[in-house]
């Protein structure tokens, strides 16, 4: 069984900054990445970035380049989408997932979903 669990979503106003955590578990072998993805109300579930547990290769959507930071800490099996400069097209609840690679940072390639974490951004 594996379980994800995000957490730090919430209500922010534009240009603020939040930062997400995604409790995953841990591997001990193989390469595997961990990935944000986002979903807005009536749109499809995007990518937003993923970051490898092996090399710490990283991969971000044209949106998030420049303005979100993914980061990993291995030793506390945890992730971290560090976002900045928030605009209210980023409001969408926010999933943390497992994917092989981070070229393979989409949806269909994700192995296993959290349950998601609210993020609103108020103009």
């Known amino acids: 069984e594996v379980q994800l669990v995000e957490s730090g979503g919430g209500l922010v106003q534009a240009g603020g900054s939040l930062r997400l955590s995604c409790a995953h578990p841990?591997?001990?072998?193989?390469?595997?990445?961990i990935g944000w993805f986002r979903q807005a109300p009536g749109k499809e579930r995007e990518a937003v970035s993923c970051?490898?547990?092996?090399?710490?290769?990283?991969f971000y959507s044209y949106s998030a380049k420049g303005r979100f930071t993914i980061s990993s800490d291995i030793a506390k099996n945890a992730v971290y989408l560090q976002m900045s400069s928030l605009r209210p097209e980023d409001t969408a609840v926010y999933y943390c997932?497992?994917?092989?690679?981070?070229?393979?940072?989409?949806?269909?390639?994700?192995?296993?979903w959290g349950k998601g974490t609210l993020v609103t951004v108020s103009a």
């Open positions: 841990g591997f001990t072998s193989g390469d595997y990445a």
């Open positions: 997932a497992t994917v092989p690679n981070t070229e393979t940072c989409v949806t269909f390639a994700v192995d296993h």
């Open positions: 970051v490898s547990t092996t090399d710490k290769s990283t």
